[in-house]
């Protein structure tokens, strides 16, 4: 149990193009999802903690014009890049809670955007 | 938020017990010590979690010291499937719900 599916798997985009990055629990019902990205050999950095039928909380210093997320249902967030490019080229990866006390977070497969 | 400090490599031997640690000395009385672990190209699994005392599951083992200001991740048999980046994090309880910060990680590497 415990599935969260992440789609698409890798994009390339055009420099000014929006892409849009879906993340969905399966098997269970996420009221709080977190958008993270990732450089090459660096670690993963929370961008954004997305809340079900409410606006995102955004981390310092990530612009929430340029990162749109939504969560519109119960299983379903998504991360859309406006205008991006190729500074935005990064893994972006998403995770889901299962709002049990403690418990462990289910990570996505995470999605390489590419911007040229 | 509290911090974890983690070296930031380790090697093992394959069927080899590893033991990866973790330290946390400003961790909070409702935190959660979190480990996971990520393979390239993909995103963390979640491998174990404990609050105070150790913990046992399919995948590894976590012994958390008594004061829990240092936990250590063991892996009772390395096989060349564990090597990936490691990483000791906590959780705030916050209402059933707490952001998760990773640091660096420990990078380890399992040799034949």
């Known amino acids: 149990g415990a599935v969260v599916s992440q789609h698409p798997s890798w994009v390339i985009c055009k420099s000014g193009t929006s892409v849009k990055i879906e993340c969905r629990s399966l098997d269970f019902q996420a009221t709080t999802m977190f958008w993270y990205r990732q450089f090459p050999k660096q670690s993963l950095m929370l961008m954004a903690t997305s809340n079900e039928g409410s606006k995102a909380t955004y981390e310092q210093g990530v612009e929430k014009d340029k990162f749109l997320i939504n969560h519109a249902s119960l299983t379903l967030s998504t991360l859309t890049v406006t205008s991006a490019h190729p500074e935005d080229s990064s893994f972006y990866i998403c995770s889901a809670d299962r709002a049990q006390a403690g418990a462990g977070y289910t990570f996505g497969s995470g999605t390489r955007l590419t911007v040229v | 938020d509290a911090k974890t400090t983690q070296p930031n490599s380790m090697e093992s031997n394959e069927e080899e017990p590893v033991h990866l640690p973790c330290n946390h000395s400003?961790?909070?009385?409702?935190?959660?010590i979190h480990w996971y672990r990520q393979l390239p190209s993909q995103g963390p699994e979640y491998v174990i979690h404990g609050l105070t005392s150790n913990v046992n599951n399919r995948m590894a083992s976590l012994a958390i010291a008594e004061d829990r200001k240092s936990s250590t991740l063991i892996l009772h048999r390395a096989t060349l499937r564990d090597a990936a980046v490691y990483y000791c994090i906590l959780r705030p309880y916050s209402g059933n719900t707490g952001k998760l910060i990773f640091g660096q990680g420990t990078t380890l590497q399992v040799k034949p």
């Open positions: 400003t961790i909070s009385g409702t935190d959660y």
